[in-house]
């Protein structure tokens, strides 16, 4: 199975401030067929579901606030909050389903400093 | 906009079969190109995906746990199906259904499920 490896753990961030979160895969999830990553951004807060954030490595669900962001291809990828808020405190996994075993990383806890 | 609900028992025994269902409603379970999936969360860990339905009928299924998992589709309830035999207190999590179509898009709000005597 492909492996999902996130950094940090957790991080807290002062409010207004930029925090960034990596998601690095065993191996590749671009495929160089249609040249996409088959990879998402998840937040979920306690006791909910967890929400799709960004798909395609990079696409912004219809919704969501301009402060997220995604970016990366192949094995590396990044999830940012340019200023955060309060309502951005969760956790947030990447997801990858390039092929049939579709992995998780273990999440990133963010809080506020 | 489409809803998913779980259901089934919230209490296991070990070694015996856990069953949950998903209802899904705002929308037909055979239409358009969706996968539908079974995860789970241990309390206070992290995300884990049990195995899919594709629309086809074709089903994918974690590794570690394909000995144990069926997942199954009756279209004519708008239903799907998770049936994980000899459980263990490591199967006790919080289970989700949800679709997925290039991420997963509409989730249920999960089904805690303790497998204990």
């Known amino acids: 199975d492909i492996v999902m490896t996130q950094s940090p753990d957790s991080l807290a961030v002062s409010l207004g401030e930029r925090a960034t979160i990596n998601c690095k895969s065993s191996?590749?999830?671009?495929?160089?067929?249609?040249?996409?990553?088959?990879l998402v951004w998840y937040q979920q807060k306690p006791g909910q579901p967890p929400k799709l954030l960004i798909s395609?490595?990079?696409t912004r669900e219809s919704g969501v606030p301009d402060r997220f962001s995604g970016s990366g291809s192949g094995t590396d990828f990044t999830l940012t909050i340019s200023s955060l808020q309060a309502e951005d405190v969760a956790t947030y996994y990447c997801q990858q389903y390039y092929d049939n075993a579709w992995t998780f990383g273990q999440g990133t806890k963010v809080e506020i400093k | 906009q489409l809803q998913l609900q779980e259901s089934g028992p919230g209490l296991v025994k070990p070694s015996e079969t856990l069953s949950l269902t998903c209802t899904v409603s705002?929308?037909?379970?055979?239409?358009?190109?969706?996968?539908w999936g079974w995860l789970r969360q241990p309390p206070g860990k992290g995300l884990e995906w049990i195995g899919n339905m594709f629309s086809s009928g074709t089903t994918y299924y974690k590794a570690s746990l394909m000995s144990r998992v069926t997942i199954s589709v009756d279209t004519s309830k708008n239903q799907f199906s998770l049936k994980l035999s000899s459980v263990t207190a490591a199967d006790t999590a919080l289970y989700y259904c949800?679709?997925?179509?290039?991420?997963?898009?509409?989730w249920g709000l999960g089904t805690l499920v303790t497998v204990s005597s």
């Open positions: 191996q590749s999830v671009l495929y160089t067929s249609n040249n996409k990553n088959y």
């Open positions: 949800a679709r997925h179509s290039g991420g997963f898009r509409d």
């Open positions: 395609w490595a990079s």
């Open positions: 705002g929308g037909s379970i055979s239409s358009g190109s969706n996968y």
